[in-house]
């Protein structure tokens, strides 16, 4: 008998399981040819006794390996090597055709709108992004314990291979209330959707309403992904000069006058890029004109949830919009922006078609998060969360101001947002930001050289400062480096 104590030494300190180890080193012997196809492994007693292990251990070693048709089970003899090997070679495998080609061999669209590259930073220390959450900040815990929760759960692996595309019903259920109480939206299953983000709300959103040649209007600037699905479907976008009180009504009036609109896509708290927020003066007006025209509207509320010195205004959707608002939210900024986790809200027949389109592109969402979400929304997790967060943020806000205002004086303009995870940042002239952004780079800090606001043909010299996820120290940092920079 081979010496298995010498060869099978599994290390108990490394993460991989004891009987993944087991399972490797005995792989790697049939490899060498050193446990010969047709030989016989020790019975899983007299190599427990050998190893010193559990003798589980050595089953699931053992399993493993017959998954894997490295070892077969011949009955009343034990664990053969297999004879007919999966791989016989794999340390010395070579790939014997050629690279993956990166030359596709026929044609396709490449007419899908993109941003222009950003500077990348040399040596990254600090990311200034444009309105992210401060994970650190995030109940991750109680995430993990959530999710721990729904897997240990005995429906957990029904629930792993099935769920509507709609999303879970526990989280919609949820989200309703949440909704109710936080924006006063009265709701049923058949008016929500979850989907993945905010993102892909406005995607199937414009997707159902818009063909090629429709008019769209949009405030100058706009968030540009919003603008690229659009433009994608082959829209004709028309756009809207917005003010320190939203989307200019006014012009959309003239619009709706002169020609056939198809949608308005509004964002109603703090705009993308320039975070102003919808005036109710202006809502109030937005929601004569949506009767009038009978305009389909695309709220995108993706930053209600965080508000500053007074309390939100509702949104159009929580009026009486005669059902002409299709109201879009995320959660992807509570947790982090990678949990993607957002929801449409509109009338049933719409949600119905907005379904089954996300069913052809995603069959359905990603079933652990969406239940983990349910239990931190019912628990009330969340909204102390966004209480928590809320406080931190609003003074991150005013920390950034001062120190703009003291440090970088004239060199830029700019109005303190009323909410959100940004503010919108313009810089003299005179401090093109490309070159202000290389500078920064250079010196470890990530800023935006501003073109993607400029998307559309606009020349802004302007970029959005996330103060959200920065803590007061790394805020400073960056307005000290930035005002070094201005200086020089
Ligand atoms: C205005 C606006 N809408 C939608 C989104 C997309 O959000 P999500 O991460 O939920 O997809 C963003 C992202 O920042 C945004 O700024």
């Keep these: ?71 077969v089970a011949i009955p009343r003899k034990g664990m053969m090597v297999a004879t007919n090997l999966p791989l016989m070679k794999p340390r010395s495998y070579q790939p014997a055709v050629s690279p993956y080609a990166q030359t596709p061999g026929f044609r396709f669209n490449t007419q899908i709108p993109s941003l222009p590259a950003q500077v ?12 992210a959450p401060d994970v650190r900040l995030a109940p991750l815990e109680e995430w993990i314990k959530a999710c721990r929760s729904i897997i240990q759960s005995p429906q957990y692996p029904k ?24 924006r006063g939206l009265r709701l049923d299953l058949q008016n929500i959707l979850i989907t993945r983000g905010a993102q892909m709300a406005i995607y199937l959103a414009a997707s159902l309403l818009v063909k090629k040649g429709d008019a769209v209007i949009v405030a100058s600037p706009n968030y540009f992904y919003a603008d690229q699905c659009f433009e994608q479907l082959g829209a004709q976008l028309l756009r809207v000069p917005a003010d320190q009180d939203g989307i200019d009504t006014d012009a959309v009036e003239q619009l709706c ?71 879009i939210g995320s959660m992807t900024k509570s947790l982090g922006l990678s949990i993607r986790i957002g929801y449409m809200i509109a009338p049933a ?44 943020y609003h003074e991150r806000r005013d920390l950034l101001c001062r120190l703009l205002t003291a440090k970088l004086g004239d060199a830029v303009d700019f109005v303190p947002p009323n909410g959100g995870m940004a503010l919108w940042l313009p810089f003299h002239r005179r401090h093109p930001l490309p070159v202000l952004a290389t500078k920064a780079a250079a010196q470890g800090v990530a800023i935006s050289d501003g073109a993607h606001y400029n998307y559309g043909g606009l020349s802004l010299n302007a970029l959005r400062f996330g103060f959200a996820s920065l803590n007061p120290k790394e805020i400073t940092t960056v307005v000290n480096i930035l005002a070094g920079i201005l200086q020089t």
């Excluded at 308005?264 to 202006?282: M, N």
């Excluded at 079933?367 to 019912?378: C, M, P, R, T, V």
């Design 1 to 71: 008998m081979l010496p298995f104590q010498t060869l099978l030494q599994p290390d108990k300190q490394l993460k991989q399981h004891v009987y993944q180890q087991i399972a490797g080193r005995l792989i790697n012997l049939i490899q060498e040819g050193i446990l010969q196809p047709g030989s016989y492994l020790p019975g899983s007693r007299v190599m427990a006794d050998l190893l010193q292990l559990h003798r589980k251990t050595v089953i699931a070693a053992y399993e493993e390996l017959l998954s894997q048709d490295w070892i």
């Design 257 to 327: 006058r002169t020609r056939k609109i198809r949608c308005l896509y509004i964002i109603s708290h703090h705009h993308h890029p320039t975070t102003v927020t919808l005036s109710a003066v202006r809502r109030m007006k937005l929601l004569q004109l949506i009767r009038t025209y009978q305009l389909a509207v695309i709220e995108d509320d993706y930053d209600y949830d965080y508000h500053y010195p007074t309390a939100p205004i509702l949104p159009l959707a929580s009026a009486d919009h005669g059902g002409h608002v299709i109201y």
């Design 349 to 392: 027949a719409f949600i119905e078609a907005a379904t089954a389109l996300r069913r052809l592109m995603d069959l359905r969402g990603d079933n652990l998060s969406e239940e983990a979400l349910a239990l931190l929304l019912a628990d009330g997790t969340i909204e102390r969360h966004l209480k928590k967060s809320n406080k931190i």
């Design 120 to 131: 990348a930073p040399t040596k990254t220390r600090l990311v200034v992004n444009d309105g």
């Design 159 to 182: 629930r792993l291979t099935q769920g509507p595309t709609a999303g879970s019903e526990n989280l919609r259920q949820e989200t309703i209330r949440y909704l109710s109480h936080t």
